[in-house]
Every structure is written in C-alpha cells, then in structure tokens.
C-alpha cells in the first residue's frame, strides 16, 4: 500500500496542493480525477521523487518512501519518455536493463509485452513513425518491463482510441490482479467511471473525495429517481422536487432532502433518506393511479454529476 500523507506544495508564492491524503491499495485501479491544473502531475511527481513537496510525506508499505522502492516503480509521465529515434523493442530493452534486468529476460519480456498490446508487428520501427495511441502502447511497455510492484500513469487513456483503452485497460487489470497497486490519472470522466474501482477527486489542490466509485455513486444518488410516464409535469410541480435531466423519455429527478412537509405527495417528517424513499414510493403510487409507468427506478448519479457538485 502506498500512501499520501498531508502533502501541501508551493510553487514559488503560489499554493497548488493542500493536505494532499489518500492511499493506494492493492487489487484494483485507482483512478486519480481533477480538471486540468488540479495537482495530479504535482502529486504524482511528488509520490515519484521527481519534486520534493514543501509538506508532508510519502509511505510505501508502512515505511517512507526511499529511492530503491521508486526503483520498483513502473511510471508512465504525461509527457512521455520515448527516444523517437529508437526503435521501439530496442527502447523497452533499454529501459528494463536501467532497472537491472539482464538482457535475456528483457528480451523475452519485451516480445511478450508487444505481444500483448498488439504491437509485435512495430517492434523494430522507431518511435516517431509510430502514431501517439502507438506510442502511448510502447509506454506501456516501458512502465511494466521490470515487473514494477507499484504503478503510476499519468493520463495513460488520453488520445487513444477505444480499441486502445480496451487493451492498455485490460494490461492494467492484470497488473491489478497480479497485487500491483496501480493509479492513474485522468480528466476523462466517462472513461474513469468505467475503468476504476477506487477513487480520488481533487480539485484546486485539495482532495474532495475519496472511495469506491460505487459507493461514491451511491452517497450522491439520494433522492436521486428516474420515471417514464405519459404526463410528468405533475411530478416537478411538487415540493422540493427537481428535474435534473431527460433522457428519451425518461425523467431523472431529485427530491431534496426535508422536502414535502407540507404533506405533498403524503409525507412529512425527518429528512433523511428513508422519508426520501417513501416519498419516492408516493410519487409511484400516485404515478400509477394516473396512467401506465413504463419505468421507475432508483438512478444511479453519474460521475460526472458528483464532480460539478463537489469541485
Ligand atoms: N513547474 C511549475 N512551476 C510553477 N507552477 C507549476 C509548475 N508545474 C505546475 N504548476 C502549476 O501547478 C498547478 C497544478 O498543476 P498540475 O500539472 O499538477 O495539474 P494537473 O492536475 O496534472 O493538470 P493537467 O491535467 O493539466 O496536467 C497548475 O496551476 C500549474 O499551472
């Protein structure tokens, strides 16, 4: 496990991390979310060595941070480290031999690793005339070819299309499964609520969240319901409830906490989220008793939702 304890930093005057905690377990994919400019790079090179942040401090398995685990760090900058003019295999070569593998093994794990993201057939070409979603799978390559016990990709999913993200997905999976710890970072919403299991959301140099995205999900889906009848204006006319979006001819609403005690759609009383769900059942009932319901469900919020609301 490695964990990020209270780290703050400061360009110059300027303040870009703030108390930056959180951990990275074993087992899953960590996803690391922020706008651009959010302090993910900051943090990142920060966990690497790479800066040395004006607070706080680095843990790996219980223990500071030294330079020889970092040596067992597989990483993947934003800005990529390729040589152009080398050819790819000669460059994952290259690299695992500065991490202490010995030629032979090297050998057979690069061929292996371009077998597995399907580039095999690019090995000896140089980098440049690869195209970027190319040379991000090369990257790959490089970040995993020393058998790293702890991975770290800056926007390793950015530029690539969806064949791409399938395969680097699927290689960071299994390096999830073999135990690796693995955060990456991204500002893609959508491809993050697919891909990771855990997450941490940052903004302006402050941590915001952090947990299963499921249980991130559900926290901020309270009250949060999705129906599908002939009339619902009925249903936005009552107290505290709100259209938050439409979908065909679905409408996603939230009922706000405290709401209906007035005794709208027949309930009042505490505010928490057991009323919220019977005055959920209420709107169901009465939506019923008005005409067919095609649907009627709990909503799960999107992630993209839960950023607007915490950032
Ligand atoms: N070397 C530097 N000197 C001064 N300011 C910097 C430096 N590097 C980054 N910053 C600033 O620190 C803040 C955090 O930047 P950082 O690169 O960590 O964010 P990020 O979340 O990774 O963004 P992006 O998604 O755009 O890469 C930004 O406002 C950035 O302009």
Redesign the pocket.
């Known amino acids: 496990m490695l964990e990020v304890k209270g780290i703050s930093h400061w360009?110059?005057e300027?303040q870009?991390l703030r108390d930056v905690t959180f951990s990275v377990t074993s087992g899953h994919l960590t996803g690391f979310v922020?706008?651009?400019?959010?302090?993910?790079?900051?943090?990142m090179r920060s966990i690497l060595g790479l800066i040395r942040p004006t607070k706080g401090e680095v843990l790996f398995q219980g223990k500071p941070i030294s330079d020889t685990d970092r040596t067992r760090f597989g990483y993947m900058p934003?800005e990529r480290g390729l040589y152009p003019k080398m050819k790819v295999r000669e460059q994952i070569i290259y690299f695992a031999k500065l991490h202490g593998v010995d030629g032979a093994t090297a050998a057979k794990r690069a061929d292996e690793l371009l077998e597995r993201v399907n580039l095999a057939e690019r090995a000896n070409e140089n980098v440049e005339a690869l195209s970027l979603g190319n040379q991000q799978r090369a990257q790959i390559c490089v970040s995993l070819v020393h058998e790293p016990e702890f991975l770290i990709l800056?926007?390793p999913f950015s530029g690539l299309d969806p064949i791409a993200v399938d395969v680097v997905l699927s290689v960071l999976q299994e390096q999830a499964a073999r135990g690796v710890p693995v955060l990456f970072?991204s500002?893609q919403l959508d491809v993050v609520e697919r891909l990771s299991d855990e997450l941490v959301i940052?903004s302006e140099?402050e941590i915001k969240a952090t947990g299963s995205r499921r249980s991130l999900q559900e926290q901020h889906s309270q009250g949060l319901f999705r129906i599908s009848v002939d009339d619902d204006a009925w249903i936005l006319a009552q107290d505290g409830v709100t259209e938050v979006g439409r979908e065909g001819e679905d409408l996603i609403f939230r009922i706000a906490r405290g709401a209906g005690d007035d005794g709208s759609a027949g309930f009042a009383g505490d505010s928490d989220g057991a009323d919220i769900d019977a005055r959920g059942q209420a709107i169901l009932q009465e939506a019923v008793s008005r005409g067919p319901v095609r649907r009627f469900n709990h909503e799960l919020v999107r992630l993209s939702t839960i950023f607007k609301e915490i950032r």
């Open positions: 360009y110059g300027r870009v922020g706008a651009n400019g959010a302090g993910k790079t900051t943090t934003e800056d926007e970072s500002h940052i140099g």
